[in-house]
T-cell receptor, first 114, second 116 residues
């Protein structure tokens, strides 16, 4: 089975530009999570969805960040406008809501904002 | 509030040595889950193990073993006879009860460097 798929794997953009990160969760998983990882702050949960509904977005840093999950197989994280401090690796993860709830992570998107 | 502490930021060993990674957690939930993840230099996060709060049996998987002790709120991870391929950052994580939401609280990670 395919794991969590993220695109693009690398993104370099200029400050002020809009950035859209994409995620396809594992088929059958009904929870989806967006994380950000930096050296300074480690792994931070930004937002998560259950059954396509946002449950907790308290980790979203600012209004510049938004996330959507229009269906069970696709989610986006958008940054508009981007700033250099947004440079990080963004991970998407998915899990079931039964059993152990372990999350399976995608390969991440390395974002660089210049 | 939930909290996971990995006091060791970096451990350096020589190949074939054993290495133990400490993880201490805090939670008010009576039902919870503990996890370990590995992040090799390539960057992906790989799920290693899950343990339920009501199952204190230790587990062994090849060279990996885990020691869960509720009395000390610890979930330690040992790599036996370490190999260079074990070099990675290892994260311990905690998930509380369903009522608390199904998000994970991660520790800060421990970087393991295995030298040949």
């Amino acid at each position: 089975d395919a794991g969590v798929i993220q695109s693009p794997r690398h993104e370099v953009t200029e400050m002020g530009q809009e950035v859209t990160l994409r995620c396809k969760p594992i088929s059958g998983h009904n929870s989806l999570f967006w994380y950000r990882q930096t050296m300074m702050r480690g792994l931070e949960l930004l937002i998560y969805f259950n059954n396509n509904v946002p449950i907790d977005d308290s980790g979203m840093p600012e209004d510049r960040f938004s996330a959507k999950m229009p269906n069970a197989s696709f989610s986006t994280l958008k940054i508009q406008p981007s700033e250099p401090r947004d440079s990080a690796v963004y991970f998407c993860a998915s899990s079931t809501r039964t059993g152990g709830h372990e999350q399976y992570f995608g390969p991440g998107t390395r974002l660089t904002v210049t | 509030a939930q909290k996971v502490t990995q006091a060791q930021t970096e451990i350096s060993v020589v190949e074939k040595e054993d290495v133990t990674l400490d993880c201490v957690y805090e939670t008010r939930d009576t039902t919870y889950y503990l996890f370990w993840y590995k992040q090799p230099p390539s960057g992906e996060l790989v799920f290693l193990i899950r343990r339920n709060s009501f199952d204190e049996q230790n587990e062994i998987s090849g060279r990996y073993s885990w020691n869960f002790q509720k009395s000390t709120s610890s979930f330690n991870f040992t790599i036996t006879a370490s190999q260079v391929v074990d070099s990675a950052v290892y994260f311990c994580a905690l998930r509380g009860s369903e009522a608390a939401g199904n998000k994970l609280t991660f520790g800060g990670g421990t970087r393991v460097l295995v030298k040949p």
